[in-house]
């Protein structure tokens, strides 16, 4: 039987997230999440699924906030549209689906699928680079060059039941600019 050509066969989910740059810093009184010193002074990653995020540190916030090359990043509603559509054509052209997006002001939420098992840091790369082309292509570019912050968490999905908590999560954000849910696993 020949399979519907719009359908992708998907082997890996992903729940990414990435900020823009300066909106939470290290050190925040939200904490945070990433890879930090913990009271020891070891280096502990509180970027793990079940893992508290670190604790407040105002001399550590205080310490990135002076290093910061430019005005925090905020993103707004054209910007939001217009990243909302570049991803979706990002997932296409790569062959992934994007089962949900989420665009705040200061933070980006995607579950993707994808065939095989490429290493997440070149999907997340791949939607951070898209993402900042159609902004400095539509927008004044970020006076420090850059619109996200480095990194960001990519957690596999391990189940229908991950994947579908992590969108409920998607949708249920505070102030969205743009959410994004796909109803089933067709291209549209």
């Given at each position: 039987m020949?399979?519907?050509?719009?359908f992708?066969?998907v082997?890996?989910?992903w729940?990414?997230t990435?900020?823009?740059?300066?909106?939470?810093?290290?050190g925040?009184k939200?904490?945070?999440v990433?890879?930090a010193?913990?009271?020891?002074g070891q280096?502990?990653n509180f970027?793990?699924?079940?893992?508290p995020?670190?604790?407040?540190?105002p001399?550590l916030?205080e310490?990135?906030?002076?290093?910061l090359?430019?005005?925090?990043?905020?993103?707004?509603?054209?910007?939001?549209?217009?990243?909302?559509e570049?991803?979706q054509?990002?997932?296409?052209?790569?062959g992934?689906?994007?089962?949900?997006?989420?665009?705040?002001?200061t933070?980006?939420?995607?579950?993707?699928?994808?065939?095989?098992d490429p290493?997440?840091?070149k999907?997340?790369?791949d939607?951070k680079a898209c993402?900042?082309?159609?902004?400095?292509r539509e927008?004044?570019?970020p006076?420090?060059?850059t619109w996200?912050?480095t990194?960001g968490?990519?957690?596999?999905?391990k189940?229908?039941?991950?994947?579908?908590a992590?969108?409920?999560?998607?949708r249920?954000?505070?102030?969205?600019?743009?959410?994004?849910?796909?109803?089933?696993?067709m291209?549209?």
């Open positions: 020949n399979s519907p050509v719009n992708i066969a082997d890996r989910y729940f990414l990435w900020i823009t740059y300066g909106s939470w810093l290290p925040s939200r904490g945070f990433g890879t010193l913990d009271e020891a280096h502990f970027n793990e699924p079940g893992t995020p670190a604790m407040p540190n001399a916030q310490f990135a906030r002076r290093n090359k430019s005005p925090p990043q905020r993103l707004n509603h054209q910007q939001a549209k217009s990243l909302l570049q991803f054509e990002t997932a296409r052209f790569r992934w689906l994007v089962v949900a997006a989420g665009i705040m002001r933070h980006i939420h995607i579950v993707t699928g994808v065939p095989g290493d997440p840091e999907i997340l790369g939607f993402g900042s082309r159609i902004l400095n927008s004044s570019w006076a420090g060059n996200w912050s990194g968490s990519k957690r596999t999905l189940d229908e039941q991950s994947v579908e992590a969108v409920n999560y998607i249920n954000q505070s102030n969205p600019l743009a959410i994004w849910p796909r109803e089933n696993g291209l549209t």
